[in-house]
């Protein structure tokens, strides 16, 4: 099993900048990648960025070029660098993580944290 726990969310003025961080723990040996997802009030969840432990990351469009996310696989450790926040990012941010674990495919999830970009 793989547990997670994020921290770093806030409130934030429109144009400003936060960092999320995501702790895993557990079987880290067995993730193989790592990302984060959102969910606004009333939207689906979707996936902002995730990033293979080979550093090859993916974004959702509209974060390109605002967002960066990163990984420290000594630290086990995912981190989402926002920049340019928007009222539209207002979201709960929450860390995932999925791999192999005894011949399995898994996913584990965090508890969210909350992002609120006011205008």
């Known amino acids: 099993q793989v547990q997670l726990v994020e921290s770093g969310g806030g409130l934030v003025q429109a144009g400003g900048s936060l960092r999320l961080s995501c702790a895993a723990s557990?079987?880290?040996?067995?993730?193989?990648?790592m990302g984060w997802y959102r969910q606004a009030p009333g939207k689906q969840r979707e996936l902002v960025a995730d990033?293979?432990?080979?550093?090859?990351?993916n974004y959702v469009d509209s974060v390109k070029g605002r967002f960066t996310i990163s990984r420290d696989n000594a630290k086990n450790m995912v981190y989402l660098q926002m920049n340019s926040l928007k009222p539209e990012d207002t979201a709960v941010y929450s860390c995932n993580a999925r791999g192999i674990l005894g011949g399995s495919l898994f996913g584990s999830w965090g508890q969210g944290t909350q992002v609120t970009v006011a205008s």
């Open positions: 557990g079987s880290i040996s067995s993730i193989s990648t």
């Open positions: 990033i293979t432990r080979s550093d090859s990351a």
